[in-house]
Nanobody
Framework: VQLQASGGGLVQAGGSLRLSCSAS????????MGWFRQAPGKKREFVATIVWSSGRTYFADSVKGRFTLSGDNAKNTMYLQMNRLNPEDTAVYYC???????????????????????WGQGTLVTVSS
């Protein structure tokens, strides 16, 4: 599967933004998909993941309660709705997928970059104070 992220931009603190991750190839609901982000000068960090087969979602503590995940089967697209944004959310956001025959259904597994083997290009989100 190939992934393409979009929807980044400049937003004021307290505002909202929705990122999209379009998947081409196999149906995107066949495997877990998620988002990571990398702020300037920092390591890439986990944001959120959804396991479509179970509907279960996993979120980093820093975004829990503010970000949500959803998908559109017809468009083969995953969305990350980001609300109540703050300057600490400024980063390049990457969508990723675990296109593997098996995986571990656990938070620790989904939070690791190395669990994902498909990555889209990043989309920049800038939150001004």
């Amino acid at each position: 599967v190939q992934l393409q992220a979009s929807g980044g931009g400049l937003v004021q603190a307290g505002g909202s933004l929705r990122l999209s991750c379009s998947a081409s190839g196999r149906a995107f609901t066949n495997y877990p998909m998620g988002w990571f982000r990398q702020a300037p000068g920092k390591k890439r960090e986990f944001v959120a993941t959804i396991v479509w087969s179970s509907g279960r979602t996993y979120f980093a503590d820093s975004v829990k309660g503010r970000f949500t995940l959803s998908g559109d089967n017809a468009k083969n697209t995953m969305y990350l709705q980001m609300n109540r944004l703050n300057p600490e959310d400024t980063a390049v956001y990457y969508c990723a997928a675990i296109e593997k025959e098996s995986y571990v259904s656990a938070a620790y597994y989904f939070s690791k970059e190395t669990s994902y083997n498909r990555w889209g290009q990043g989309t920049l989100v800038t939150v001004s104070s």
